[in-house]
């Protein structure tokens, strides 16, 4: 038993962003669990979400969630059998299966989970990762490669990345579509592991955004692909489209033979729509698919992705570090942004 201690923590109630502080609470180690230092949480839009605008759902009986799902940490103690040992860099896994379960959670699945019970550390039902020592099940850490050091914190989306070319894959696989070119639409986190992770299928890979300047054509460059600020009007094998933005996803649909949805629209305001870009789809055995989370086996993907990745370019990926007693700070956006992580230690 690791025993009772109090530990600093990032600590909010979802819609309530002037209730946004540091406190200490409780943190009960257990000898059957991974115990974990927190070093570095990554911030995304789902955690902006929840502060401002109430999105996500507190532990059962409460109000207060500790805050963020990209982890970073080293591990404190392991029971025996665990993959992990003491020393070990890790990231926690996001998702917990139902306890019903459903189908897709009977078979380790969880993120297919079909009937929406499952939960999600610092999203839905359970705490986060933003507190200064953590414990998961030993099922739920996934060990990183030492030298990735704080790149590290990219895991969870690298993750998401690794799941969306894997259904990629398997929709050109079976469309017998040999991909050359790939198009990712948004160089935000996402989408700049997403051409990173599409150059190391060796790939031609265009990635839109509307900066014309800053870190992230740089980025783009750097990796050997090229940058637009428009959607190109040529054929592409396979997108991954992160913007969410819908004229995008149209115009996106139009050009590809298999599109990834990896991004959410978050506006409910009927568009126009073009009936003949459905005409497209089923006349061109198009595919085109959601996805969201990832499985134990996309983490892993996604881990050796960075571990095989240029450290400068990744240290490039991480443009702000704000401290945990400061970590409001990190959900003011600045123009010159790609991850900003807090700094928990």
Request: proline share 7%; glycine share 12%.
């Amino acid at each position: 038993m690791d025993g009772t201690r109090r530990v600093r923590a990032a600590q909010v109630v979802p819609g309530c962003p002037e209730r946004a502080r540091v406190v200490d609470v409780e943190f009960v180690g257990r000898a059957d669990e991974v115990v974990v230092d927190g070093l570095l949480v990554g911030v995304c839009g789902t955690d902006t979400e929840i502060v401002r605008d109430g999105f996500g759902e507190p532990p059962p009986g409460r109000e207060e969630l500790v805050l963020f799902h990209e982890s970073l940490g080293r591990v404190v103690s392991a029971p025996a059998d665990a993959d992990v040992r003491a020393g070990d860099l890790v990231v926690g896994v996001v998702r917990r299966p139902d306890p019903a379960p459903c189908p897709a959670c009977a078979a380790g699945a969880w993120d297919y989970c079909r009937n929406g019970r499952y939960l999600e550390r610092g999203i839905k039902g359970l705490d986060g990762y933003g507190a200064r020592r953590w414990s998961v099940p030993p099922g739920f850490a996934v060990r990183l490669d030492p030298a990735l050091g704080d790149a590290g914190v990219l895991a969870e989306p690298a993750s998401v990345v690794a799941k969306a070319w894997a259904r990629g894959r398997r929709a050109w696989e079976e469309a017998h579509v040999a991909p050359r070119t790939a198009l990712v639409t948004g160089a935000g986190p996402i989408g700049l592991l997403a051409a990173l992770l599409g150059v190391r299928l060796g790939l031609e890979v265009h990635v839109v955004d509307r900066v014309a300047d800053g870190p992230k054509p740089d980025l783009v460059r750097a990796l050997g692909a090229h940058y637009h600020r428009e959607v190109p009007d040529v054929a592409v094998d396979v997108a991954v489209e992160c913007t969410g933005a819908p004229s995008v996803i149209w115009s996106v649909v139009r050009r590809s033979s298999v599109l990834v949805l990896a991004g959410l629209t978050g506006t409910h305001d009927p568009l126009p729509l073009d009936p003949a870009v459905f005409d497209g789809v089923v006349l061109g055995n198009k595919a085109v698919l959601g996805t969201v989370n990832a499985g134990l086996a996309d983490y892993r993907a996604g881990a050796a992705a960075l571990a095989e990745a240029d450290r400068s370019w990744l240290a490039g990926l991480i443009t702000r570090r704000v401290p945990l007693e400061r970590f409001t700070d990190a959900f003011e956006r600045r123009d010159d942004d790609v991850k900003v992580v807090v700094d928990l230690a």
